[in-house]
Each structure stands twice: as C-alpha cells, then as structure tokens.
C-alpha cells in the first residue's frame, strides 16, 4: 500500500512538473507575440511618420509665401509630430553626379582617388560602362556576362541604365568600400551629365575633373557671405555648360527627402525618397 502511495506520489508531482512547463511556455509565447505586435506597431507608426514627413516636404517646397518656402539644398528641418520629432532634409538631385550621364572623363575623375594605378582607374571606367550601356560587346578592360560568370559572382551586368547607386558596387572589380564612399555624391535620377555647383556639396565638386580646392573653398566661403562667385567655371567642368535652376517639386523624382521619424536618442535610419518610392511605388 505504501509503495502504491509513493508511485502515485511521483505521477502527480510528474503531473505538476507537465503542467508548469507548459505554463512556462505559454508565458514565453504570449510574451513574444506581444513584442512582435509591438514591433509591428512601431514600423507602422515609422512609415505613417515617413509620409508625413513625405507631405510636409512636398507642402513646404511648393509653399507660395517665400519667407516659408524650403529650399532643396540640404538643409535639415526638424518638425513635432505625432509624438515625434521628424529630421527632414531635401536635396535637390542636380547637386550630385549622375551615374548613367557621367562621361568617360567625369567617371574617371570621380574614381581616380580610389584607384590604385592607372590601368585599374581604366578597368573600373569600361565596367561601369559596359554595365550600362545596351549591348554585350565587352570594352577593352571591361566586362561582360562571362566575366561575371567567371569570377563566380551570380549576377552580370544590367545593359541598361543604373536603377540606384547602390548598384555600382555590383560592377565586377570595384570594392565596396569605395562605391559606399561615392554614393553620397552620385545619384541616377537628374538625367544630365553635369552638376549644380551652387548646390552640390564640396565633396562632390572635388570629384570633378581639374577641380581646385582652394578655388572650391573660396567659392563656397562666397556663397555663405552671400557673395557671388564664377560657378561657371566649375559648371563648366562637369558638363561644359551652366548651372542650371536649383528647385523641384519633391513630388517629382529629382529630388530627395531624408526622413528620419522618431526621437534621435534611437539613432534611426534615414529613408531617401528612392528608397520610399521603391517600397511605396504609387504613394503619390
């Protein structure tokens, strides 16, 4: 009888030791679905922010008083909303390089600080345009389908016009590092072959061919006195002309908004309108 006793001793604590694990484990499960609704929450609010930020730009570019009006010269803008604090930053397209326009010449400025000798500068130059232009038909350092497929890479070159900057670290040969280093400066949507320097940052006037920096530094030191300066001259080295007018409607694809929702001690990641654009095709 004793011996029976115990046995069923051992079951029911078996029992409770079952019934407490499972207990356990629906804890765990109710836990982690609460902080998966969480999350999906916060990327909800995220992208509701983003398009605000989005409207607002669009708003203020097109904004008829002057004195309101936001200028696409990469000024950061700081509004409250909706428990939020949105950084946007407009930038006007024509103040970067285009990397589908770029001429043979400007490609090579734009890459010879990276490069370490001569023929691998002109080995990058014929990559990129073997990347884009329309035929198979591989340049004298360039590559084409097979050479991709020989350096075991599984994709090749798109023969047709960059879609996003990024794609410049896919051209065989060049590293990463050095197209991370260019994609501030590069972008694929002014569709012409020449820059902005009233509006393009100093980095990027420094890529261009024969560029001076002390020229530079003294024309840009100008443009915040409010003085005037001979941009045509920098134009003219970009794509032999002058500049061009500087505002767009962000609502056209030239130019770029830099959306940043929530407060800044949680470090977030920008959003470029490209990038939005891709993930929200008809948003506007």
């Not at 046995?7 to 484990?25: D, E, P």
């Not at 916060?42 to 009006?69: H, I, N, P």
């Not at 530094?217 to 045509?232: F, M, P, T």
Request: aromatic share 6%; charged share 20%.
């Amino acid at each position: 009888m004793t011996r029976q006793r115990g046995i069923a001793l051992v079951v029911v604590l078996w029992i409770v030791t079952l019934l407490a694990l499972q207990v356990s484990i629906f804890n765990l499960t109710v836990r982690d679905a609460t902080a998966l609704a969480g999350n999906e929450l916060a990327a909800v609010r995220g992208e509701a922010l983003a398009a605000a930020g989005v409207e607002m730009a669009a708003a203020r570019l097109t904004e008829r008083e002057l004195s309101r009006r936001w200028q696409g010269n990469g000024s950061p803008h700081t509004i409250a909303l909706g428990g939020a604090r949105l950084q946007i930053t407009i930038l006007d397209e024509s103040s970067r390089l285009d990397l589908n326009e770029a001429s043979d010449e400007l490609l090579a400025s734009l890459l010879r600080p990276f490069a370490p000798s001569q023929a691998t500068l002109t080995q990058w130059v014929d990559r990129i345009l073997d990347w884009r232009d329309p035929d198979s038909d591989r340049r004298p350092q360039g590559a084409e389908d097979i050479d991709y497929r020989r350096a075991g890479v599984a994709w090749g070159p798109r023969n047709g016009p960059f879609l996003d900057v990024s794609e410049l670290g896919r051209v065989l040969g060049i590293p990463a590092n050095v197209a991370a280093q260019l994609a501030r400066s590069l972008t694929v949507y002014s569709g012409e072959g020449k820059i902005n320097p009233l509006l393009a940052s100093r980095e990027a006037l420094l890529l261009l061919p024969g560029a001076d920096p002390v020229e530079i530094d003294r024309a840009l030191q100008l443009k915040r006195e409010g003085g005037s300066a001979n941009w045509a001259r920098l134009s003219a080295r970009s794509a032999h002309g002058s500049p061009r007018a500087s505002a767009r409607a962000i609502v056209s694809r030239w130019s770029c908004a830099a959306m940043a929702p929530g407060p800044p001690s949680a470090g977030p990641k920008p959003l470029s309108w490209s990038a939005w654009m891709r993930r929200h095709p008809f948003a506007c």
